[in-house]
């Protein structure tokens, strides 16, 4: 069974920068999403970022408006890890940070194609982000 497995988080004041990792080793990419989405306490869990991987490997990255600018995805093939930047952290970011691969072949991608999980997506155990103001 595919295992996500997220490093990563921790405690950061407002502006600050971090890191989050996440690694599937027996996960196919090709034609499928994986992203991160997080969880602020009491409330519901929203997607954060997403990455695509389509026809001849061409890389597709989508963002919520709230991290556009801010927050950066990249994959290293090499280590089947995902990557996920993040900069300028506001509080507001604080929350349970999750590592999502969503199994379902789409043919296509398209802005937000991947935003929302499919019933039958892995995810990770959750690393905690957390920013002061």
């Known amino acids: 069974q595919v295992q996500l497995v997220e490093s990563g988080g921790g405690s950061v004041e407002a502006g600050g920068s971090l890191s989050l990792s996440c690694t599937a080793p027996?996960?196919?990419?090709?034609?499928?999403?994986m992203g991160w989405f997080r969880q602020a306490p009491g409330k519901e869990r929203d997607w954060v970022a997403s990455i695509y991987t389509g026809f001849e490997s061409a890389i597709y990255t989508d963002y919520a408006d709230s991290v556009k600018g801010r927050f950066t995805l990249s994959q290293d093939n090499a280590k089947n890890t995902l990557y996920l930047q993040m900069t300028s952290l506001k509080p507001e970011d604080t929350g349970m940070y999750y590592c999502?691969?969503?199994?379902?072949?789409?043919?296509?991608?398209?802005?937000?194609?991947?935003?929302?999980?499919?019933?039958?997506?892995?995810w990770g155990q959750g690393t905690q982000v957390t920013v002061s103001s």
């Open positions: 027996t996960y196919p990419r090709s034609n499928r999403c």
């Open positions: 999502a691969a969503d199994p379902a072949y789409r043919p296509f991608w398209s802005p937000g194609v991947c935003a929302a999980p499919g019933r039958d997506s892995l």
